[in-house]
């Protein structure tokens, strides 16, 4: 089991930029995907970016460009640098870990960090 704490999210003008941090509460370096996830009102959950227990990154063409996942294994830690924010990023903005671990899939999800762009 993991529990994610995710934090940072703030209030923005456009333009601005922002770095999430979610807090893993145990190890992640066994951890297959870590990613960040966003919902905004009246809107479904969508993939915003995902980094694997290699390194590789993953994002939704909206964000590409101007997001940056990375993870800190030593840490604990995953992070999204955002730049160059958009009124339509605008979301909660959720951790995510997904990992197999003896033929078991475990999906788990922190509380998530509101993203505010203003115009």
């Known amino acids: 089991q993991v529990q994610l704490v995710e934090s940072g999210g703030d209030l923005v003008q456009a333009g601005g930029s922002l770095r999430l941090s979610c807090a893993a509460s145990?190890?992640?370096?066994?951890?297959?995907?870590m990613g960040w996830y966003r919902q905004a009102p009246g809107k479904q959950r969508e993939l915003v970016a995902t980094?694997?227990?290699?390194?590789?990154?993953n994002y939704v063409d909206s964000v590409k460009g101007r997001f940056t996942v990375s993870r800190d294994n030593a840490k604990n830690m995953v992070y999204l640098q955002m730049y160059s924010l958009k009124p339509e990023d605008t979301a909660v903005y959720y951790c995510?870990?997904?990992?197999?671990?003896?033929?078991?899939?475990?999906?788990?999800w922190g509380q998530g960090t509101q993203v505010t762009v203003s115009s």
């Open positions: 995510n870990a997904k990992y197999w671990s003896d033929r078991k899939f475990y999906d788990y």
């Open positions: 145990r190890s992640i370096f066994s951890i297959n995907t």
């Open positions: 980094i694997t227990s290699g390194g590789g990154t």
